[in-house]
């Protein structure tokens, strides 16, 4: 019997938060409230348990105290009473609308990359994307929206892009928060912002406020959203932009260490020197050569807390406290003593 409940245990739990983290209605700090929804979530990259946190207004005087914020980066993973990511979601597109796969290739395909479904399945994906594509602005979804303002005071928009593939085009999807409408879905090639922004100004065009925009780091999304609602604020989507710049900075920061260790590297020759003396001066030089080798131990929590930077740090306080021993004349002495 086919079964639609995937039980392959997934790869990773991955918690997301509001992007917002402030009300944007009285500037309060947002307050974890509820799990908004949490499921298993297939993708080209294996299988995640995804919990989406919604946060709160704490105050009291807010004039939306009812208002919920979601993170934005997760409602983009999957699409709403599906468990197979956008990516998925977006290759089926592709395969089947542009390379024209039968429906039993699909399924061999999805399958060969480890997304474990049926042909069924593959077809009613299919149509989930038919149905993504043909999202548009209609009078029902007006109504809807008009809703959300009047309980949200506005709408909270997002939009990103998924490309399943290296060289295809990108899926770009727009989001309204509160309520998870899709406001609009197109492939496009190049991305530009003036592409982007296209698809954007039916949203523009209806006039609505706008509370809060949010997406991933991509400049051309960034510049095709600000252009339109300039004084609106923007938000990046944490992970996203994690993920991005962790990169670069985690590489730099492992130069750094290593460059600092080197430096370091003397103190070995040091502790030599004044390990048989007993003097109150090798007692102190002893602390500080104790202090120095923990800080060569650092090993930070990357990518939020960078050990290169620990070890900087630390190095420096260390530097610190010599020099202004050294400016108090003789031997090192400990701070305040
Ligand atoms: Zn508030």
Redesign the pocket.
Known sequence: MPSTKNRITPKKRMYFHSELRQ?P??G?KLKRHHTAWHKYVNTLNGIFDIWNMAYA?P?LE?P?PGSYFRSAEADALVMKHTSYGFDVLALVGELRFKQHYTLSELHEELNRRGVVTSERNCERLYERYLTLLRASVTDHLREVLAGVVQAHGGLLLSMDGVQPEKGNETLYVVREGFSGSILAAQNLKSGSAEELKRLLEPVEKLGFPIIGLLSDGQHSIRLAMSSLWPEVPYQYCQYHYLKDIAKPVMDLDRKLKTGIKKNLRGIRSLEKKIQSDDSEEAAIAKDYLAAVRAVLLEDGNPPLDLPGIRVYEEALAIQGSLQRSAKKGGSPTVRNS
């Open positions: 009300c209605h009285c309060t207004c105050n807010c939306y």
